[in-house]
């Protein structure tokens, strides 16, 4: 019979008592919502294992790190007699193994740090040579651990997208060598010409639908078979088209709400974030057929890097990083979906001090900003070869600083 039935029938407080009912014949559905109050529970009558599901009472202590903990949880290792919880810790940067040689001003892409690679650009270019050493053909690609170099590019370029992974990329874009046959502009060089890399060679792929320059730190959008550019430099203005690659052609994209060139971007086609640029603080979003204004970041970055999905199904979790007007700078703002707001600067690598770099990774695909790398940048004419990884804020084990008896 149910306690509030007995209640109800005129059987007082403390008329009956726990030893009185037998084990198991009172349920949890027969006890009202709020008819039994803490105070009518005798302390230690209550065991963790009468609480269905069982919980801990205190935090537990254990030899060994739980597998798959909660955010929030808390436990004492009595090993190693220190107290451990899951809670987010703090984005970082650290110095990262350098490049081959200075460089500014490449592109490049990667899903991961792991997976980076990088295109072409001004620099020191002790193995291709390059436009009276200013821009090169390289082709360079990092597994973790080393950078190795890739097949050539074509030609000698700067400012060219960077698209795809190491074993699919597409190039194409960018400032041509004035003196080479890529040229379309002979004051302010740009080419309509895009390359295919299989991950052995490149090849030659369908013209651009309109001649672009300045979208090194752009790197494109989406991958080989789907892929978009948004504006781009085309003498002597900043076009506020757009152009899609269907993996077979070029053709012409929807409008954008505003003209700029090296844009930072990040996401696929159909949710993409594109930022900053000719020296505005302003951002658009495109859902697959129509851009619109985004949110406005506090700084303006043109030629910056982005960290961020480059690959994956949203657009969160992208770190704007530098810039270099009107003077290079190392602070960064990380986008949530929704705004922008500062982010743990560049300064903080060891041995990192300019910000007027390419970049590339993603963190995992589909992933945010949880870790990628920039590499080189500088004031020319000394570009440098220095590199940094970004380990973004996400949830971990924490260990307190003392330990116990």
Known sequence: M??????????????????????????????????????????????????????????????????????????????????????????????????????????????????????????????????????????????????????????????????GTQSAALGGGGHGNPSGPNAS?????????????????????????????????????????????????????????SQAYDGSSWSAGATAPTGSNFVASAGPTSNLLVFSGSYAATSATFNGTAYAAGPSLSTARPECSRLGTANGPTNTGVLAIGGDYPSLTNSTELYNGTSWSSDIPLANAPTYSSSNGSHSGGGNTGGGNSGGIVFGGGSPPYPGNLVAEYTGAALAVLTSPATFA
């Not at 040689?101 to 020191?124: E, F, H, I, R, V």
């Not at 895009?194 to 013209?207: C, R, T």
């Not at 752009?218 to 088209?241: C, E, K, M, R, Y």
């Open 2 to 163: 149910a306690i509030t039935k007995l209640k109800q029938r005129g059987i007082t407080a403390d008329a009956i008592t726990t030893t009185e009912i037998a084990p198991n014949t009172v349920a949890a559905a027969d006890i009202a919502p709020g008819t039994v109050t803490t105070t009518e529970i005798a302390p230690g009558t209550i065991a963790a294992a009468d609480i269905s599901p069982a919980v801990n009472l205190g935090v537990p202590a254990v030899t060994s790190n739980p597998p798959s903990p909660n955010e929030g949880d808390m436990w004492l290792r009595t090993d190693t007699k220190q107290l451990k919880s899951y809670l987010i810790g703090s984005a970082a940067f650290s110095a990262g193994t350098a490049i081959p040689y200075g460089a500014s001003g490449w592109s490049s892409n990667g899903t991961t740090k792991d997976s980076t690679w990088g295109l072409s650009g001004y620099g020191s270019h002790p193995r291709t040579g390059g436009d009276n050493g200013a821009r090169g053909n390289d082709f360079i690609k990092f597994d973790g651990s080393s950078w190795s170099n890739g097949p050539n590019y074509p030609y000698y370029n700067s400012g060219t997208m960077a698209i």
């Open 185 to 241: 502009h002979p004051s302010y060089p740009k080419t309509t010409i895009s390359y295919e890399f299989d991950g052995s060679s490149w090849g030659s792929s369908a013209s651009l639908n309109y001649a672009a320059s300045s979208l090194g730190q752009q790197h494109g959008h989406g991958t080989q078979s789907d892929a978009l550019i948004t504006n781009g430099w085309n003498h002597p203005s900043n076009p506020t088209a």
